[in-house]
């Protein structure tokens, strides 16, 4: 499976051919860390039974999204402008990018998964709760690859009422998505 490295590599890439003000605010690759050497939730969607034949066209979109929603909430992996009014615009350029990708997929079903990955997280972050944002994205991402079960979808309500059971909640029901696809 890709790596989250292999992941931001090709956001880099594919951001300088878009070129604009989110080109010019692209950095350096990230410095290395270990997490960066495991999949992040685009390799994660990316690997489903959903997205074959066009992993790397998921890969890629969701990293936008993913960046886009590090530069409102986190810390972005490629592109850094210096201004945090910037930052926001840019994120909301990505997210933009990335979901205008997916729908030209055609793929409806992921479209409403990431748009509600992208309000669950930031009420989690408005709740001060990171933990329940990164278990958001975990399950987002099997739903994307794997598609939704019910399982999911009753976590993303617990998520929704901010549930302190509901991290582990979405994250269990993303893994027995998994095992049982």
């Given amino acids: 499976m890709r790596t989250a ?29 270990e997490d960066m050497d495991l999949p992040g939730p685009a390799q994660l969607a990316a690997a489903g039974p959903r997205t074959r034949d066009q992993e790397r066209e998921y890969e890629l979109l969701l990293e936008m999204i993913l960046e886009g929603y590090r ?33 030209a997929l055609g793929d409806l079903d992921a479209v409403a ?26 399950a987002g991402a099997v739903s994307i690859g794997w598609g939704a079960s019910d399982d999911h979808r009753r976590a ?10 509901a991290p582990r909640a979405l994250r269990a029901a993303a893994g027995a998505r998994r095992a049982g696809y």
């Fill in 156 to 165: 993303k309500e617990r998520a929704r009422a901010l549930d302190p059971e």
């Fill in 71 to 103: 530069l409102h909430y986190d810390e972005p992996l490629v592109v850094r402008p210096r201004d945090r009014d910037l930052a926001l615009l840019l994120g909301d350029q990505l997210y933009a990018l990335g979901l205008a990708r997916l729908a």
């Fill in 5 to 33: 490295r292999d992941g931001a590599d090709a956001l880099r890439e594919a951001l300088r051919a878009e070129g604009g003000t989110v080109a010019r605010a692209l950095d350096d690759p990230f410095p290395p860390t």
């Fill in 113 to 138: 998964e990431l748009a509600d990955v992208i309000s669950l997280t930031a009420q989690a972050h408005s709740a001060a709760d990171p933990d329940l944002a990164d278990a958001v994205w975990e």
